[in-house]
C-alpha cells in the first residue's frame, strides 16, 4: 500500500485544516488508519486513528474535541479534519496503515506516508 498524505500548510491560531492520505496498490479499506504528527525535535506521536470500516474513531488527548478523522473507502482516502489549532500542532503529519484492529502506537502500523507540514502561526 502506497499512502500520500497532503493538505498542510500554514494556518493562524484557531483556524482549521483538512488534512488528506489517499491510497493505492492495496486493500486499503481493511487496514486501520492512523496519524502521526511529529515536531521539531519531539518523538513522533499517535494523533488519531480510524478502524477499516469508520465504525469506530479514536484520538490522542491532544486533539479530542478538535480532530476528526473520517474516511472514504470508495476514494480510498481518510481525513484528518483539525479545528481549532493551537500552535503546538505545528508539527509534520503522517498517515499510516495497520492491518491490526486498533493501535496508537508507531510500531503497530506497516506503511506509511511521506508526511505533510502544518504550520500553525500568527
Known amino acids: 500500500v502506497q499512502l500520500q498524505a497532503s493538505g498542510g500548510g500554514l494556518v493562524q491560531p484557531r483556524g482549521s485544516l483538512r488534512l488528506s492520505c489517499a491510497a493505492s496498490?492495496?486493500?486499503?479499506?481493511?487496514?486501520?488508519v492512523g496519524w502521526f504528527r511529529q515536531a521539531p525535535g519531539k518523538e513522533r506521536e499517535f494523533a488519531a486513528g480510524?478502524?477499516?470500516?469508520?465504525?469506530?474513531?479514536y484520538y490522542a488527548d491532544s486533539g479530542k474535541g478538535r480532530f476528526t478523522i473520517s474516511r472514504d473507502n470508495a476514494k480510498n482516502t481518510v481525513y484528518l479534519q483539525m479545528d481549532s489549532l493551537k500552535f503546538e500542532d505545528t508539527a509534520v503529519y503522517y498517515c499510516a496503515a495497520s492491518s491490526r484492529p486498533y493501535s496508537t502506537d508507531r510500531s503497530g502500523y506497516d506503511y506509511w506516508g511521506q508526511g505533510t507540514l502544518v504550520t500553525v502561526s500568527s
Open positions: 480510524i478502524t477499516w470500516s469508520g465504525g469506530s474513531a
Open positions: 496498490g492495496g486493500p486499503f479499506s481493511t487496514y486501520t
